[in-house]
């Protein structure tokens, strides 16, 4: 509760509340979209790092990677596939625990991805039987397109090995996570194996 030291002070914040109240909603509320539609067209600081291609959720809802995906909010990628029986469960389940630990604030307030390295089997079907099979909840998306397209993004966000041989083994494919806010040009990875509370935690101070 508010303390106020002098019946003055308490008398201008009732003042300011009333003209809030009733002036306000006609007055300020056509500002405030204003603000927020020219914010909103305002491109970020990725805009030109970032390809705008079109990508595909499990769904089958049809995004744009830079403007619906990345552009101006907190993000966290991995890398899998479909069919994976290497280090894609172990991981799944891990940020399982991580998705439980954000809460409510996934989707609002964290973004969190799985782009496949497969496009060309993981349709959007194949994804959403992966999320089905492993009781992943609403707030995860998981993301397929092009090949080509998809393999960009993936070079974009930093999952991949220098050496061509390396990096063309899906054996071999990273175990980290790429977690980011657009708008603060923040980026980092963390082992997609690390403690769960330890990961949200450092999600949630980019916010």
């Not at 008398?11 to 300020?28: F, P, T």
């Not at 705008?52 to 991995?78: A, E, I």
């Not at 993004?153 to 041989?165: E, H, M």
């Not at 980011?180 to 194996?193: H, I, T």
Request: charged fraction near 20%.
């Amino acid at each position: 509760m508010n303390t106020y030291s002098t019946p003055s002070e308490r008398e201008v914040h009732n003042s300011k509340r009333d003209w809030l109240k009733w002036a306000g909603g006609a007055a300020i509320a056509p500002v405030l979209a204003t603000t927020a539609a020219v914010h909103a067209a305002k491109p970020g600081p990725r805009a030109h790092y970032f390809p705008n291609t079109v990508v595909h959720t499990h769904t089958g809802k049809k995004l744009r990677f830079y403007d619906d995906v990345v552009r101006g909010k907190v993000v966290v990628f991995n890398m899998m596939y479909s069919v994976c029986t290497g280090i894609c469960p172990g991981n799944t389940a891990n940020l399982l625990q991580v998705q439980n630990v954000l809460g409510s604030r996934l989707g609002k307030d964290v973004h969190m991805y799985s782009m496949t390295l497969q496009p060309e089997f993981d349709t959007p079907q194949a994804l959403q039987d992966y999320v089905k099979r492993y009781s992943i909840k609403p707030g995860w998306t998981f993301l397929t397109g092009q090949p080509k397209e998809m393999e960009l993004i993936r070079r974009k966000l930093g999952f991949f090995n220098d050496d061509p041989r390396i990096d063309s083994d899906l054996n071999n494919h990273t175990g980290m996570v790429r977690v980011g806010s657009e708008s603060l040009d923040r980026w980092f990875m963390v082992p997609a194996l690390s403690s769960p509370k330890l990961m949200a935690k450092a999600i949630l101070e980019l916010v």
